[in-house]
Structure formats: C-alpha cells, structure tokens
C-alpha cells in the first residue's frame, strides 16, 4: 500500500499567517512540495523571484492562461494570481503532497478539478490582532492594508466550504493543527483504496 498525496489548499484573510504555517509546515514535512504562483503584483522588499512567485507582466499572466496553464487564477486586491498546473501534476505523480497558499476564488475552483483536496481555511484570532499584524508586518501601503481589511468579512463567509478551520492564535499549536489533519487524512479509507493495487 502507498500512502496516498494529497493537494492542500490554504486560505484565510490577508495576515491570518498562511505563509509563515507554510514555511513551517514544508520544513517538517519532507515530502511537501509548496507550488510557487505566478503573480503581477509588484515584488515586495525581501521577495525573491522564483522563490515567493514568479513575478511576472499582465501580458505574460494573460499568455499563460490563454494557454491553459494555471490550475486556478483569480484578481486578488487588483493584482492576478495563478497557480502554474504543470509542478503540481508532476509533483503529485510523484507521490509528493502538494500545498497551494491561494485565495478564496482560487480555492473554489480547485475544489471543481480536485474534489479530493484537502481544504483548510486559517482565520486569525481576532480582526484587531489581523489588523496588528498586517500593519506589523511592514509590507504594504495604507490604502493596500484598508483594502485588505474591508474584504476581511466576506472572506469570513466562505468557512464553510472548507473541510477545515484552524485558528491562528499560536503559531506552534495551529501548525500542529494542520500536521494532524495531513494525518488524519492520509488514514481516510477513500485515499487508501485507490492506491492499493
Ligand atoms: P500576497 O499579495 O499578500 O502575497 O497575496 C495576496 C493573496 O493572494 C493571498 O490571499 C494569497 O493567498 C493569494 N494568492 C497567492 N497566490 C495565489 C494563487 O496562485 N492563486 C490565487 N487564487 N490566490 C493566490
């Protein structure tokens, strides 16, 4: 019997802590591959091409999904997000799990091509300490984190499509969190049977 890989999907709010779970969560999970998005927003200091996103122009985002490239996209707060299909498929061939940090949109229609993922939605304790740590974090405008906080709400909303809530108050006890339902998910009798040949 193999153990089944999984594709798992991370949303939540702008701040919740998606991408530091992620850093955490592929540093202990050798067979975790993250999927590298292609974006048109600018690069922030510190981003690295390649290794946050592939920062690229409209026309090249335009050209990639006119050929069919992204698993998913979305416009996320005036910018265009997408996941590149090709790592994942390959990745997941492999037998590796994959993680993909995207937006509610983006998740949505993962869901229709992957019903098999896993989905799980991170929410922070609290909007005050979502709204801390967006401003903490350094990184963007005033107009960008107003922006970022008016969507919280109806971001909110789509909890329920998720298979998953974990509430980021404590980084260590919310990556354990997400460790357990990897787990967990990998006993789910549905995923055995398919790989027992
Ligand atoms: P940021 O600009 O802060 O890096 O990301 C903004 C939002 O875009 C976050 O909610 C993030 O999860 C989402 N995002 C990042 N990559 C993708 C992607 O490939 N597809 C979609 N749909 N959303 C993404």
């Known amino acids: 019997m193999k153990t089944p890989s999984l594709l798992i999907v991370l949303s939540g709010p702008s701040g919740a802590g998606k991408g530091t779970l992620s850093k955490l969560l592929v ?4 067979n975790l591959y993250c999927s590298v998005s292609a974006t048109t927003r600018p690069k922030r200091e510190g981003e690295v091409d390649g290794v946050n996103y592939y920062f ?39 037998g590796n799990d994959v993680l993909l940090e995207i ?35 350094g990184t963007d405008p005033q107009e960008v984190i107003n922006k970022r ?26 990556l354990e969190k997400l460790k357990a339902i990897i787990t967990a998910e990998k006993c789910r009798p549905h995923r055995q049977k398919i790989c027992i040949e």
């Open 27 to 30: 540093k202990e999970m050798p």
């Open 103 to 137: 937006d509610i949109q983006g998740a949505l229609q993962v869901k229709k091509r992957f019903s098999k993922g896993v989905f799980i939605f991170i929410v922070p304790p609290s909007i005050d300490e979502l709204k801390r740590r967006i401003i903490k974090r």
């Open 149 to 174: 906080m008016s969507c919280v709400q109806d971001e909110l909303s789509y909890v329920s499509e998720y298979d998953y809530v974990v509430v980021n108050d404590n980084l260590e006890t919310a």
């Open 56 to 94: 690229i122009s409209e026309e090249e985002f335009m050209e990639m999904k006119a050929k069919g490239e992204f698993l998913e996209w979305a416009k996320v707060y005036d910018n265009y997000y997408g996941t590149p299909i090709k790592k994942v498929e390959e990745q997941l061939r492999k």
